[in-house]
């Protein structure tokens, strides 16, 4: 080989060694820094505007969101062992509960603190095709849903804090209604055999079977929000229960439900606490099977594994300063 | 030339090593993984009888193939796939089967429990979706506990050494994600 393309053909090589071996710069000339973010599937529209905003003021750095349930998103770090910069989930008591623990990995606990940042309500989310859109207000919305030919959708309670949270609102609304029995229409009549909401000590319990077949048509589970509000979108189901930042994110209609049932208020006044809703199974070894109502808060941390703990630090802070400005798709701050 | 072209290459596999190209923690450290030595790992099957498989067991059982792609609770999609593995249905056999009003539970050690009825332990009973994640009506599928991915020996990362996978002989299938169960290691039978 002439030397000339000898030292050409080596540069080559090399150069192409380099590229193989992970040196590749995403165009910015070099080697950015992952922030892993995890947030529950609710917070996923606003944590895009985060990520584009955080990323521009950090060119160096390349935010990657990956969307979970609540749950998942912490399990990530306590059972998977993962390494996570940012923790966002949509119940904040998950977070004590779960991350206050030793990581026998480290001696230390998965986290120490965590910063509420967001409140939510639950809403009843609907579009311009649904069967009654256009008699269907806060005052007569239990009538309108339990209609024989108005089909409501929810997501798993197995798998989505919305899901549960949706029964919680039928069984507050059967408190806060005088004769209400919005569980029974909407949602207990409608398995083989039907779910009943049992008084235990004053506490409306509904215990849910291992797997969630609805027996008709009335009643539509699906494994997620987004698959709920598909079927919407399709003019498959009438209405869902959904948070209102995801019908707003959605360009959905919804119906705004009383403080006493939406679980937005933080007045323990409400009485959250008198409806619970027992999981069919314990799907997850690190959490019970019950779940007791009680506000939607949202909040973030950072694990004690963090890899980037200072720019995680920042992004957090951004995430609760975004919040403050608020925005399409964003859970209201929990001052306002 | 050759002598002066060695410098050259030092210089440049200097540079790169500089710029972070070779020998640098990368920046998000790899997940932290056990090697994928499954020799000590075992699944019990608990039904009317109790049956413990190593994976060699396994894969000495009559092998099924099909198409597997999943959905996360929030639209991620994991796939599409060539699964190989062991029908639900065959595993059972051994221990008993299942019966009409039982249920099969099926866990792992990282604390993860899915349960499926008798309804779809058969095959019904869930909800598909095309490649658009758009509700299609269900072709039939079985339940697979999948110990290959497209040909390869499923690695731990990906739920090895054997994880649930619902599988179509049609391609584009999409079911939802939580019932494919990573690192199964029991399965149990019991009454609904």
Not at chain 1, 120 to 147: C, D, F
Not at chain 1, 296 to 305: H, L, Q, S
Not at chain 2, 120 to 147: A, C, H
């Amino acid at each position: 080989m002439p030397p000339i393309k000898f030292l050409v053909a080596a540069v080559v090589i090399i150069g192409m060694l380099c590229w193989g071996t992970g040196c590749t710069t995403g165009g910015t000339g070099h080697e950015q820094t992952v922030l892993k973010v995890l947030p529950a599937g609710s917070l996923l529209q606003p944590f895009e505007e985060v990520e584009k905003a955080f990323e521009a003021e950090h060119p160096d750095v390349d935010v990657q969101v990956e969307g979970h349930g609540s749950i998942q998103v912490i399990r990530q770090v306590t059972d998977l062992h993962r390494p996570v910069d940012v923790v966002a989930v949509a119940d904040a008591s998950l977070i004590p509960d779960l991350m206050f623990r030793t990581d026998p990995a480290t001696g230390t606990n998965f986290t120490d603190s965590y910063t509420p940042f967001a409140r939510n309500a639950m809403v009843i989310a609907y579009t311009n095709k649904s069967r009654y859109a256009n008699e269907i207000t806060s005052e007569n919305w239990g009538a309108v849903l339990s209609r024989p030919d108005v089909r409501v959708g929810i997501s798993n309670p197995m798998l989505d804090a919305a899901g549960y949270r949706s029964i919680m609102v039928t069984l507050l609304a059967d408190r806060y209604y005088a004769n209400s029995t919005l569980f029974t229409d909407l949602i207990g009549r409608h398995f083989t055999p039907p779910l009943v909401a049992e008084d235990v000590d004053g506490v409306a319990t509904v215990r849910l079977p291992e797997v969630l077949h609805p027996s008709d048509e009335k009643l539509v589970i699906r494994d997620g929000s987004i698959f709920v509000l598909s079927h919407l979108e399709a003019g498959g189901i009438d209405y869902a229960f959904e948070y209102r930042s995801v019908a707003e994110g959605h360009d959905l209609r919804w119906i705004d439900l009383p403080p006493a049932i939406d679980l937005s208020s933080q007045n323990p006044a409400e009485g959250y606490g008198k409806v619970k809703v027992v999981l069919g199974f314990q799907r997850f070894s690190a959490i019970g099977q019950d779940r007791i109502g009680q506000p939607i808060v949202y909040a973030v941390t950072i694990p004690n594994t963090a890899p980037n703990r200072d720019l995680a630090s920042e992004f957090a802070d951004l995430v609760v300063k975004e919040s403050e400005s608020g925005g399409k798709g964003w859970p209201a701050t929990l001052g306002g | 030339m050759i002598r002066a072209a060695i410098p050259v290459c030092i210089l440049l596999v200097l540079s790169c090593w500089c710029a972070g190209c070779a020998g640098t923690a990368p920046a998000s450290p790899p997940v932290t993984t056990p090697a994928d030595d499954f020799s000590s790992w075992r699944l019990t099957v608990n039904g009317s009888t109790v049956t413990e498989y190593t994976l060699e067991q396994i894969q000495k059982l009559p092998a099924t193939a099909g198409n597997g792609f999943a959905v996360s609770t929030v639209g991620i999609k994991y796939g599409p796939y060539i699964c190989t593995g062991v029908l639900l249905t065959d595993l059972l056999a051994p221990s008993g089967g299942i019966s009409e009003g039982e249920q099969a539970w099926i866990s792992a050690p990282d604390g993860y429990l899915w349960v499926f009825d008798h309804d779809q332990v058969q095959g019904n009973g869930f909800i598909t979706f095309n490649e658009s994640l758009k509700e299609i009506p269900s072709p039939p599928l079985r339940i697979l506990l999948m110990y290959e991915q497209d040909g390869k020996p499923l690695s731990y990362n990906d739920g090895g050494p054997i994880r649930v996978a619902i599988i179509s002989d049609e391609k584009g299938v999409v079911t939802e994600g939580s019932a494919w169960v990573k690192w199964v290691d029991k399965i149990e039978i019991k009454k609904a």
